[in-house]
């Protein structure tokens, strides 16, 4: 099967909010970071996120795309471009993840030493109440997030030049995921509050081969109808 290699840059426009481990102080969980101190966004949450945005991707364009992965026989998941893609219960995906670190704004490369970036500041606490959607009432008591501070000019930026690697059976399935990367706005929790609205750029390689977003691409996968194994030219 041809080799995919996935380049993501995310930025990040607003203060950002992404759990990590507990820590001791009002806040209950801290931001996410890696062993040297920095900012990341954990790859299991940005493969959640564009999972459901690929979703939208592929129910837009009449695609056949079960929900939040149910589990599968390996023959009937290989029918399903999003379990071919992201895996399900019993069926694992042929794509590796990696965490997005902070890193130092400017164009992706090649990977640098961690000492090349500089962490933002320390995290800040926020205060927020829940609220019932039902009963418009406050629902329990108020409870205190960690965030990144405000932002006050350049956004953050995450990326990885490997984020995501490994083999697609169709160039189509690469195409589905770069249109799923175009649609994701926000990352991390309290989105609906202002958080972590962002934009992710994606740029791919099929074989060591750049592979541009295509929608003709897409409309193929559609005329295809439920079958995945004809192959859709990149």
Known sequence: MPRAEVALTVEVYTALSSSGWAA??????DLARDGWGRLI?????????????????ARTLGLPG????????PAEAGECPLCALFGAPGYAGT????????RTPGPLGAEESPGDHVPPSPAVVRGGLALSRQRDIA?????????TPPLSGQPLQFGHPAAITGTVAVAGQLQLLLAGCRLVTGLGQGRS???????????????????????????????????MSGEVAP
């Open 24 to 29: 001791r102080g009002v806040a209950t969980r």
């Open 139 to 147: 629902a329990g008591s108020a409870y205190w997030r960690p965030t």
């Open 193 to 227: 509050r202002g958080l972590g609205w962002a934009t992710v750029q994606a740029t791919a390689l099929l074989d060591g081969v750049p592979l541009q977003a295509d929608p003709h691409a897409l409309a193929v996968l559609r005329l295809n109808g439920s079958t």
């Open 95 to 102: 794509l590796r993840w990696r965490d997005l670190p902070y």
């Open 66 to 73: 079960c929900g939040a992965g149910r589990a599968h026989a």
């Open 41 to 57: 966004l954990p790859a299991t949450h940005v493969k959640g996120r564009l999972r459901h945005a690929c979703l939208q991707v």
